[in-house]
């Protein structure tokens, strides 16, 4: 016999009708296995997963290095260390982009190392302030991110 509790949901989700809990547990499987097979991008699968028993929590992902608000010289290698980890999926499953407010997209000059970590210099950046974002995200779909603001500026440009 299966036994299920059941809730109403507020109006607008599950359309307001009382469904048993682990439905959201089978409705999640659902989004995931459709975006794992291609079927449906996974922004439009609304794969929310976390706090489902059993289900799969965000990965987390955090920019270790360089320190908020440091300041580089154009042209200067600036040192990024990162670390990822999930709950379910080892390093090797993680993806991680990078994404900077004044230069876009950044390519990842490398993988996340057997413990969830990846290191490299980049001297690339334009002259600015810059807010960077690492995205982390896992089999499941779920995603985690960390920011960090720095600036690349000479002398008297430096704010």
């Known amino acids: 016999m299966v036994r299920a509790r059941w809730e109403v949901r507020p109006p607008g989700r599950q359309g307001g009708r009382a469904v048993p809990r682990w439905a959201d547990g089978w409705a999640c499987l659902l989004a995931v296995a459709a975006a794992i097979a291609g079927c449906l991008p ?13 289900g799969n929590a965000a990965p987390t992902v955090d920019i270790v290095q360089p320190g908020e608000a440091a300041t580089f010289e154009p042209g200067e290698a600036i040192h990024f260390a990162i670390r990822a980890e999930d709950d379910l999926d080892g390093p090797a499953d993680l993806v991680l982009t990078f994404e900077d407010s004044v230069d876009g997209p950044l390519d990842m000059p490398g993988d996340l190392d057997e413990a969830g970590q990846v290191q490299f210099d980049w001297d690339g950046l334009s002259t600015g302030v810059h807010a960077l974002v690492v995205t982390v995200t896992d089999r499941g779909g779920c995603t985690g991110t960390d920011d960090r603001a720095i600036q690349v500026c000479a002398g008297e440009d430096c704010l």
């Open 42 to 54: 996974e922004e439009e699968a609304g794969i929310d997963c976390a706090g489902l028993p059993g």
